[in-house]
């Protein structure tokens, strides 16, 4: 019974983002939702893209697979592995190097009724594509006064990986967390990757799907629910990973993971942090994260990408509109450097937060830090 509602909460679709009925599921739903987390096996964010791609080609002949080396070679990071030999050439493509050509003829495909999942090496190769994806894709439905709908996901890794330089290290969550018309969906564990890409496939419309290189070969418990072939996550809402009083702090892909360590060391400390996984950076889920800071009357937000015009900076106008008064200290913010990447290691680290940043944010949120001269 939890599968049929779960399929019906998804192919609502853009029914979600009405504040009124989110809420509304959000109080009927959240003890559902809370029963994931109870967990009898474990599996990879890996296998759980994979299973993911697998089950929703299987249920709908009109999705299909393409990019550079989802086929014979597997998937460059082994994502499509045993696609090409189950479902055959026609709807598991390679493609050349050529992202702009295969991202339009996603887009098309899906202007005709199909399901392309697109697949970009890096996001950062997205750029390539960038006119596709936001003036074909995004601006189609508006555009035609809802007449055109266009069903189609465009998934792969995103933000910092390990020595792969700046101009494979971007995070792009606030570049297309910024534009209407797409969804962009940034699944942190094994149940969010199994339950936001089938999501996102189902989704009538194009979805950017932002998954991070270093949480694929990561395993995550996961339940019975989860496993179950129509299981899916609503779009646009957040998940309380760990409940606490002291400091709301929110995060995103692989940062849910230093925040929760974070949270870990600061409850040594006498501080609890409740950590937000957002999810869905469009749309993002003001509700959660308002009623959580109207509990705790502190706020931490964390990403990887540049601090300018970030998904910080979202999160905190939001909070400064709808919370204000709830505060009890200044909104602190942890984000990569404003730099693009370093390759040398030591320097990438030094760009890229660390749990101990977010530990030293928290305690200044909470007056804790050691003052200065206390220090010297």
């Given at each position: 019974?939890?599968?049929?509602?779960?399929?019906?909460?998804?192919?609502?679709?853009?029914?979600?983002?009405?504040?009124?009925?989110?809420?509304?599921?959000?109080?009927?739903?959240?003890?559902?939702?809370?029963?994931y987390s109870?967990?009898?096996?474990?599996?990879?964010?890996?296998?759980?893209?994979?299973?993911?791609?697998?089950?929703?080609?299987?249920?709908?002949?009109?999705?299909?697979?393409?990019?550079?080396?989802?086929?014979?070679?597997?998937?460059?990071?082994?994502?499509?592995?045993?696609?090409?030999?189950?479902?055959?050439?026609?709807?598991?493509?390679?493609?050349?190097?050529?992202?702009?050509?295969?991202?339009?003829?996603?887009?098309?495909?899906?202007?005709?009724?199909?399901?392309?999942?697109?697949?970009?090496?890096?996001?950062?190769?997205?750029?390539?594509?960038?006119?596709?994806?936001?003036?074909?894709?995004?601006?189609?439905?508006?555009?035609?006064?809802?007449?055109?709908?266009?069903?189609?996901?465009?998934?792969?890794?995103?933000?910092?990986?390990?020595?792969?330089?700046?101009?494979?290290?971007?995070?792009?969550?606030?570049?297309?967390?910024?534009?209407?018309?797409?969804?962009?969906?940034?699944?942190?564990?094994?149940?969010?990757?199994?339950?936001?890409?089938?999501?996102?496939?189902?989704?009538?419309?194009?979805?950017?799907?932002?998954?991070?290189?270093?949480?694929?070969?990561?395993?995550?418990?996961?339940?019975?629910?989860?496993?179950?072939?129509?299981?899916c996550l609503?779009?646009?809402?957040?998940?309380?990973?760990?409940?606490?009083?002291?400091?709301?702090?929110?995060?995103?892909?692989?940062?849910?993971?230093?925040?929760?360590?974070?949270?870990?060391?600061?409850?040594?400390?006498?501080?609890?942090?409740?950590?937000?996984?957002?999810?869905?950076?469009?749309?993002?889920?003001?509700?959660?994260?308002?009623?959580?800071?109207?509990?705790?009357?502190?706020?931490?937000?964390?990403?990887?990408?540049?601090?300018q015009h970030?998904?910080?900076?979202?999160?905190?106008?939001?909070?400064?509109?709808?919370?204000?008064?709830?505060?009890?200290?200044?909104?602190?913010?942890?984000?990569?450097?404003?730099?693009?990447?370093?390759?040398?290691?030591?320097?990438?680290?030094?760009?890229?937060?660390?749990?101990?940043?977010?530990?030293?944010?928290?305690?200044?949120?909470?007056?804790?830090?050691?003052?200065?001269?206390?220090?010297?």
């Amino acid at each position: 019974m939890l599968g049929i509602i779960n399929r019906k909460i998804c192919a609502g679709g853009s029914s979600l983002l009405t504040s009124g009925q989110s809420l509304q599921w959000t109080r009927s739903s959240a003890s559902a939702l809370r029963s994931y987390s109870s967990a009898a096996k474990e599996m990879t964010v890996r296998d759980a893209l994979n299973s993911a791609l697998d089950e929703e080609m299987s249920a709908d002949p009109k999705v299909f697979l393409m990019g550079e080396e989802v086929g014979e070679y597997q998937g460059a990071y082994k994502i499509s592995k045993g696609l090409l030999d189950k479902y055959g050439p026609e709807r598991v493509l390679d493609t050349p190097i050529t992202e702009a050509g295969f991202t339009g003829i996603g887009v098309g495909a899906a202007y005709h009724g199909l399901r392309p999942v697109i697949e970009f090496m890096t996001f950062n190769f997205s750029m390539q594509a960038i006119d596709h994806i936001i003036n074909s894709a995004a601006k189609s439905n508006y555009m035609s006064a809802g007449q055109i709908s266009v069903p189609i996901v465009f998934r792969g890794p995103n933000g910092a990986a390990a020595g792969v330089g700046a101009q494979h290290s971007q995070c792009y969550a606030a570049w297309f967390g910024s534009c209407p018309g797409l969804k962009v969906l940034t699944p942190y564990s094994s149940e969010d990757a199994r339950g936001l890409l089938k999501a996102a496939i189902r989704d009538p419309d194009p979805v950017v799907f932002l998954e991070n290189e270093l949480l694929y070969g990561e395993s995550f418990p996961i339940s019975a629910e989860a496993l179950d072939s129509s299981f899916c996550l609503p779009i646009g809402k957040a998940k309380i990973e760990r409940e606490g009083k002291d400091v709301t702090i929110t995060a995103f892909s692989k940062m849910v993971g230093y925040a929760l360590k974070a949270a870990e060391i600061l409850a040594k400390e006498g501080i609890s942090a409740e950590v937000i996984n957002l999810r869905s950076i469009r749309p993002l889920d003001r509700s959660t994260i308002n009623t959580s800071v109207r509990k705790t009357n502190r706020l931490v937000t964390v990403e990887e990408g540049f601090p300018q015009h970030g998904v910080g900076a979202e999160i905190c106008t939001s909070v400064v509109e709808d919370s204000f008064g709830y505060l009890d200290a200044p909104v602190e913010r942890v984000a990569g450097a404003d730099v693009p990447m370093p390759y040398a290691a030591n320097l990438e680290r030094m760009a890229v937060p660390q749990v101990e940043d977010i530990v030293r944010a928290a305690k200044r949120a909470c007056y804790r830090s050691v003052p200065l001269a206390a220090a010297a």
